[in-house]
């Protein structure tokens, strides 16, 4: 979901729908249907986020699944008017998807820059693979152009979208405000393969480093490879991101949170920095999966 400056809240429903809380209120009817979403398993309409200058321009982007010879991914720019989006433009498409590990969680971080979490599409190896976008964080501006401070513009090689490598199937993205520190929840290889049993991740995700997937994952380490900050095992299936910056709650100011798919809980962690202070479970087995915090 996306916060508007007025406070109401356009919510997203995988089959395509968007929809609107207005006062607290769920109105009946969506403000919009995606034409052309593919949703199946895990994947259709992902995510919806608003521009950092939404007040000025009005501008909303929706990151989905589609068909274009198979399935595949794509970031659309709308504007909001008079409670509907319109003048669709594509941001990125043709991004590597699956009906599972899709990722697709799109944002804007303190830089204004619009960050978009690729996940490897089922096929593990593309991760590592620079000339793939998927298991990638991509890092583009508004319009979708290609930043020049990329960490790998002009590399040849290397796609130059790229802003991180070597992840699997992230979902949460969220910068700590004292630090500017991006934070990713990531899904692991639970059972999957042979390749463990949970290892599902917080990372710290920083320019043109490399994550691992799927040559390490939870506490395997790697020489030039980023091992995570948190590994859960059993998997929690962690989907969601946020700090808490706000004066309701004075305790959590500048905690770390996350809901969890599997794990039907909502994660708190209290940070210093980098360092993780301690970690506490909250609403367990209370509302049951929680997909989005923000």
Known sequence: FA???NKDILVTERPGRVRIIENGK?????????????????????????????AKNSFVYLAYAYQKD???????????????????????????????????????????????TVG??????????????AGKTLRLNDDGTVPSD??????????PEIFSTGHRNAQGLAWQPTSALMFQTEHGPSGFEGRGGGADE??????????????????????????PLL????????????????????AFRGNFFFGCLRGTRIIRVVLDGRKVV???NLLEKTYGRIREMA
């Open 202 to 227: 917080v990372n710290i995700v920083e320019r043109g480093k490399n994550y691992g997937w799927p040559t390490i994952w939870g506490t395997r380490t790697r020489a030039g490879m980023e091992a």
């Open 3 to 5: 916060w508007l400056p």
């Open 150 to 159: 990329n960490p790998f513009v002009g590399k040849e090689g290397t796609r």
């Open 120 to 133: 490897d599409a089922t096929d593990w190896n593309l991760a590592q693979n620079t000339m793939s976008l």
């Open 70 to 116: 198979g399935k595949r991914d794509k970031v659309v720019r709308y504007k909001f008017s008079e409670n509907k989006l319109i003048e669709p433009k594509i941001v990125i498409e043709d991004l590597p998807s699956a009906p599972n590990h899709a990722g697709m969680r799109a944002r804007f971080g303190p830089d204004k820059k619009l960050y978009i």
């Open 231 to 250: 590994e859960y095992s059993p998997a929690c299936a962690p989907a969601s991101a946020m700090f808490y910056n706000g004066s309701q709650f004075p």
């Open 26 to 54: 769920l109105r009946a009817e969506p403000v919009f249907k995606v034409p052309d979403v593919e949703p199946s398993s895990e994947s259709g309409l992902m995510d919806i986020t608003a521009h950092p200058e939404f």
């Open 278 to 280: 301690k970690q506490e």
